[in-house]
């Protein structure tokens, strides 16, 4: 079975900072795999998705993550964060062609001024 | 387009009572599904519907839960009857692909 292993809870980081959100995986075949975002008091929006081909998958607001197979790992970066890329961050994967995505435990991105 | 709608957006009810939650999902999208997010279980898979049929009910935690799907428009999700460790904001998204889901903003409910 599919899992998926976001090791920090919580990261705090002031703005204009790089940041990097670390999530692995664990499945036997191939997988799709995804970063979503949730901000306060509402649904998870999707950030990027890596299906194919290029290892490099860029999103929106910036954020990028890259997906390494030797390490099972697709981490979630951004160069310069903004305060309002505050919000709880979640890393997903899902069988190859199927529709049942397996969520995270989350990480809460904080930004400071 | 609307984006998947759910409703109530907060439902407050006493332990014992009946809870439906409801959720359209986007038109033309074949796939719904049914979240629930806790502090401490994260986002849980409840159940997911294809083309209407329930394929996986595997994460419904117990038969007080059930879940229809009468047409392509319309989802219902159903605790009855309800307890406190229900409380949890419920997520429908639906999809067309299996790729990339569609959240609702979701449904806080809170059992007394």
């Known amino acids: 079975a599919q899992s998926v292993t976001q090791l920090d809870s919580q990261v705090p980081v002031f703005e204009e900072a790089p940041v990097e959100l670390r999530c692995n995986y664990s499945?036997?075949?191939?997988?799709?795999l995804f970063w979503y975002v949730q901000y306060p008091n509402q649904g998870l929006q999707l950030l990027l998705k890596?299906?194919?081909?290029?290892?490099l998958v860029k999103g929106i607001n910036g954020f990028e993550a890259e997906f390494n197979k030797s390490q099972t790992s697709f981490h979630l970066r951004k160069p310069s964060v903004h305060i309002s890329d505050t919000a709880e961050y979640f890393c997903?994967?899902?069988?190859?062609?199927?529709?049942?995505?397996?969520f995270g435990t989350g990480t809460r991105l904080q930004v400071f001024p | 387009d609307a984006g998947v709608i759910q409703s109530p957006r907060h439902e407050v009810t006493e332990m014992g009572q009946e809870v439906t939650l409801r959720c359209k999902p986007i038109?033309?999208?074949?796939?719904l599904f049914w979240y629930r997010q806790t502090m401490m279980r994260g986002l849980e898979l409840l159940i997911y519907?294809?083309?209407?049929?329930?394929?996986?009910d595997s994460g419904m935690p117990e038969d007080r839960f059930s879940a229809k799907m009468p047409n392509a428009s319309f989802s219902t999700l159903k605790i009855q009857p309800s307890e406190p460790r229900d409380s949890a904001v419920y997520f429908c998204?639906?999809?067309?692909?299996?790729?990339?889901?569609?959240f609702g903003e979701g449904s806080r409910l809170t059992v007394l």
């Open positions: 519907f294809n083309n209407n049929v329930p394929i996986d």
């Open positions: 038109s033309g999208h074949n796939s």
């Open positions: 499945s036997s075949v191939s997988v799709y």
């Open positions: 890596y299906l194919s081909g290029s290892t």
């Open positions: 998204a639906s999809s067309q692909t299996p790729v990339e889901l569609f």
């Open positions: 997903a994967v899902s069988l190859y062609n199927t529709d049942k995505l397996i």
